[in-house]
């Protein structure tokens, strides 16, 4: 249990999320997510040990990320799954327009899809995937806010859902806060991503929270998982 970040900071706000952020540091920000969620995030291994073995080739199956950021994370996913010779169709959303512009303009194959709308809209619909993901999402959503979207993820997925986010941490506050200023100049990443620590849940709050049948797991360094099994 934290002791200088003993309660979480769900008032603060991030940066990147005003609307009247410098644009140039807000666009090296969404292109800086890419090196801090492949060094940090653990996509890599998420994919395979939560995604791929629900896969065979052959198969077409379907992906939606919710609140893709810069859209590194879905690019991620395809090019691991085309490598593994499987059929991976992705759509990735996003409710800030900041964000899909920049998104639009990023060289995505056929199998990725960047699309402005919420997984409220897609729910409306009855769109169904076989796997939804999201990163970086939960902590900077109220309580309600997060019972709502993990509703609705459930109802988009047809297998597996996961939430990838922060696990607030003294450590972690105080590792980030020396590292990563050596890493991310010129952006948001440094100022935003200690707010995003501040925000974000230890494994007993997100436990806690979460609804039945939800599964909490750490995840190596500083990580918590929320996953839903549908099977």
């Known amino acids: ?24 540091l807000l666009e090296n920000t969404y292109r800086q997510f890419a090196t801090i969620n492949l060094l ?4 890599k291994r998420i994919y395979k040990n939560e995604l791929r073995p629900l896969m065979e080739k052959g198969k077409t199956y379907s992906l939606l990320d919710i609140g893709f950021g810069g859209g590194d994370v879905a690019l991620k ?3 691991w ?7 991976l169709q992705i759509t990735a ?10 998104a639009r303009q990023q060289k995505a194959p056929d199998q990725v899809t960047f699309r402005h709308c919420s997984s409220t809209d897609l729910k409306s619909q009855s769109r169904a995937y076989d796997f ?49 200023r050596l890493i991310f100049r010129n952006s948001f ?3 935003d991503g200690l707010i995003s620590i501040k925000r974000s849940y230890t494994k007993a709050e997100l436990a806690e929270v979460a609804p039945a049948g939800w ?17």
């Open 81 to 87: 799954a085309k490598r593994d010779g499987l059929d």
């Open 132 to 180: 939804v993901i999201s990163n970086h999402v939960l902590h900077h959503l109220s309580k309600n806010q997060t019972l709502q979207i993990l509703d609705e993820a459930k109802s988009l997925a047809l297998q597996k859902v996961i939430f990838n986010d922060i696990e607030r941490s003294d450590i972690g506050f105080g590792l980030f806060a020396t590292f990563a």
């Open 215 to 231: 599964q909490v797991q750490r995840l190596f360094p500083f990580r918590l998982l929320l996953k839903y099994d549908k099977n």
């Open 93 to 102: 959303i996003e409710t800030d327009q900041r964000a899909f512009e920049f």
């Open 1 to 24: 249990m934290p002791v200088f970040l003993s309660k979480r900071r769900p008032d603060l706000i991030e940066y990147m999320d005003r609307d009247d952020c410098d644009p140039h």
């Open 189 to 191: 990443i440094v100022p």
């Open 40 to 43: 940090l995030s653990q996509w």
């Open 77 to 79: 996913l395809s090019e």
